[in-house]
């Protein structure tokens, strides 16, 4: 069973996020923060995280960047709604930075679920 | 009753319909205050914030940025809407509406302004906006809307109608610009003015749009059509021009009453808000001085804090009691403005107004003419008090004693993607091999002399650097810091003047200051001079302040333009630093600046940085030591990061080894 860890500020997002993927049947593990996510895939060593951008603490380009240096094998899902102006291309950013998939906020479920499987299947 | 009906009823009012039973001065003040009231209330919302249009300096910089955004360099669009319709239908009382109606405009082109376009009032009647990124057939749809919503405003033309009246077909930006060796304004101004003539509307098209098109029926129109009557507000030399017209009529000097109307306290109450509401509250005084005037009396604006008024067939007495009459006119009117604080977002000060605006007498001709001499003279005397002198030598500036070296930092403006300057900053490499910058490298021994010096030397080695690049035909805009300590002092601001004095004019079209240093409780007077001082020699003027800072209100009006905040020496959490730079940025857009970021030392900082809106951010250095910044390029978004990701690496391989 793949194991989906899930980084982001909004409980809200985290909570739909966590029944879409248990739904789908994978273990899902979250975090509030950056900080906390790096923390969380050092100990369970996901198969793949899902990362949101702008947090407090540690925000997602950073974590990317530390998810990548520690975790070799795992694929990342980014995903934004940008900065308070919008103009950011944080998701173009997270790509360079080492996200293998991205996604703005908001998406749909269907949307979401076919990218996490390609990435699953992708890393098998 | 609609906005647009609002507007135009007010507009009819203020134009001259008479209601029979009143005499002219109950009814004039009636009129004023309903047009006021209908005005206020009526204009239509705007959908963002109101966005004046720009500057000739800002709208420099701002095409400076579109011209050298790499590929979008022919993609943007320049419309033209002219008020000249306008200005003609209300001819008789432009005095008294015009900027009133400036406004109404201003309003409805924000309404339609992407983030990036941008607007500039050309000439008396016409307002230039640039779309960056639209195409001249998408340009003309968005500006024949604008244009036509003006004219459903203002004329009374059916909102559906399309009106070419008021639209000038213009032209697209053009890399040709940046090759004139003028100003990009002139060039600009040159590239409208081809525009214009290539389109000149045909004699169908050029005609006032048409009495008998106009809803509101041949008395309005009649009226507007009369003998027209002589502007009663004068330019100081036209005013002394009428009194010394007026004294050789009666042969014994210049008879009826003068008074001087000082607003300065007006302007002081609203201080904070200047930029946003002292264009109105200027509209507001003329209008209900102009509505108290005769055909006989003249006025005149006096030092931007005052109005000088001629009563042409009243005695000084007379002249007083009007003065009064204004005074409690204007006094009423802006509390009405205040009552509407909260749309303007003024603070709710509560201050007696009766005593804000002052009355003085000034009854006679020769007062008036010492005063205007002596304004003019005092403003020659200024520019000679400094003899300037030749210090661009190498020799001379290798002579300052003090040993640094200077380092570039690109500043990246986020929202274009491209390097858009760069800072020039004093470093010196310290015993501990830690490099320090800007006034750090004085250590704790900073004086005003040393702290002058390490200006002077800044602003001598960025002009060199500026005018080797232009020698070699490359172009930057550089920023360099000075300090407010160093502009503070009588002294040291007087050495620091004397440098600018010998800054090459070509240097200073690319130059701008970033004061340093800047108190927060300083005075917005003292700051305007400072910045004044400064702004001869440059195209901009910035500050820095501390990252907790996040209101701004006393630089409103002082000609700062930019802030920023350096967090390299914050030693706070990072979670604490971001907050702060968010209320940073909302501070700064609370009164319309940009906001600039330096120092940040980590990816997180960087990407919030971006995410909390600063337009600026200010990345590694170039090299440590360049001899002068490249040209304005592209950036990648990856070199943001790369020093700091190098940085990174080289920490966990030594964790790791060590």
Known sequence: MSKVLIIDDDQNIRTLLRVVHEAGGYTVTEAQDGNMGVREAQKNQPDLAIVDILMPEKEGIQTIHELKNSLTDARILAISGGGRKGEAGFLQLAKKMGADEVLAKPFGVKELTETVQALLAGRR | ?658
Not at chain 2, 162 to 182: K, V, W
Not at chain 2, 469 to 488: D, Q, W
Not at chain 2, 608 to 633: H, K, L, R, W
């Open chain 2, 1 to 658: 009753m609609g906005a647009a009906k609002s507007i135009q009823h007010w507009l009819r009012k203020v134009a001259g319909i008479h209601h029979p039973g009143l005499n002219d001065e109950d009814e004039a003040a009636m009129e004023m205050a309903e047009g006021l009231e209908s005005t206020l209330t009526a204009l239509p919302p705007t959908k963002g914030r109101l966005r004046r249009p720009l500057t000739k300096d800002n709208f420099e910089e701002k095409l400076w940025g579109f011209l050298t955004a790499g590929d979008e360099l022919t993609a943007g669009s320049v419309q033209l809407v002219n008020l000249m319709e306008v200005h003609e239908r209300f001819t008789r009382h432009w005095g008294r509406i015009g900027e009133m109606v400036h406004m109404l405009v201003q309003m409805i082109i924000s309404d339609h302004l992407a983030e990036d376009d941008v607007y500039i009032r050309l000439r008396e009647h016409s307002y230039a906006i640039v779309f960056p990124g639209l195409p001249l057939p998408e340009a003309e749809s968005k500006c024949a809307y604008i244009a036509a919503k003006i004219s459903h405003y203002l004329l009374g033309t059916p909102m559906e109608t399309s009106d070419d009246r008021l639209q000038s077909i213009a032209f697209a930006l053009d890399e040709a610009m940046l090759n004139t060796g003028d100003s990009l304004h002139e060039a600009f101004c040159q590239a409208v003015e081809k525009a214009e003539n290539r389109t000149a509307p045909s004699p169908t098209t050029g005609s006032v749009g048409g009495a008998a098109a106009q809803p509101e029926g041949p008395a309005f129109v009649e009226m507007a059509a009369g003998e027209p009557v002589a502007d009663c507000l004068l330019g100081s030399d036209a005013f002394e021009e009428y009194l010394e017209l007026a004294s050789a009529d009666t042969g014994a000097g210049c008879v009826g009453g003068m008074q001087i109307l000082d607003i300065d306290a007006v302007q002081q109450r609203y201080e904070a808000y200047w930029d946003r509401i002292g264009e109105q509250v200027m509209t507001i005084v003329q209008m209900v001085i102009e509505d108290h005037l005769s055909k006989e009396d003249r006025y005149t604006k006096w030092e931007g804090k005052s109005f000088l008024i001629y009563f042409g067939k009243k005695s000084p007495d007379e002249a007083k009691k009007v003065c009064h009459r204004i005074t409690r006119e204007i006094t009423k009117l802006l509390a009405e403005l205040d009552s509407d604080a909260d749309r303007l977002a003024v603070d709710h000060t509560i201050l007696d107004l009766e005593r804000t605006v002052i009355v003085k007498e000034e009854p006679h001709l020769p007062q008036i003419k010492r005063l205007l001499g002596e304004k003019m003279s005092g403003g020659v005397e200024r520019v000679k008090a400094r003899p300037p002198t030749k210090i661009w030598s190498s020799d001379q500036a290798d002579a300052v004693p003090l040993d640094i070296s200077f380092s570039y930092w690109p500043v990246w403006y986020v929202r274009r993607s491209v390097i858009t300057t760069s800072v020039c900053l004093p470093a010196k490499q310290m015993p501990d091999g830690r490099t320090r910058y800007g006034h750090g490298l004085l250590g704790k021994q900073v004086n005003l002399s040393s702290l002058v010096e390490l200006d002077e030397k800044t602003l001598q080695r960025t002009c060199e650097d500026m005018s080797r690049m232009f020698e070699n035909g490359r172009k930057a805009l550089i920023v360099c810091p000075v300090h407010y300590y160093t502009l503070s002092k009588p002294d040291g601001r007087k050495r620091y003047m004397t440098v600018c004095d010998n800054i090459p004019e070509m240097v200073k079209k690319y130059l701008s200051f970033e004061v340093v240093g800047l108190p927060g409780e300083i005075s917005p007077v003292f700051t305007r001079e400072i910045v004044g001082d400064l702004q001869p020699y440059c195209r901009s003027v910035g500050a820095q302040f501390p990252l907790n800072r996040s209101s701004f209100g006393n630089l409103a009006g002082t000609g700062i333009n930019l802030i920023g905040a350096d967090i390299s020496d914050q030693l706070l959490p990072e979670s604490k630093i971001m907050r702060l730079m968010e209320q940073f940025v909302s501070g700064a857009e609370g009164v319309k600046m940009e906001a600039y970021i330096r120092g940040l030392h980590s990816i997180s900082l960087v990407t919030s940085a971006v995410g909390s809106g600063f337009d600026y951010i200010a990345g590694p250095a170039i090299q440590e030591d360049s001899p002068s910044p490249d040209y304005v390029m592209r950036f990648e978004a990856e070199d943001l990061f790369s020093h700091l990701i190098a940085r990174q690496k080289m920490e966990i391989s030594e964790a790791a080894t060590g």
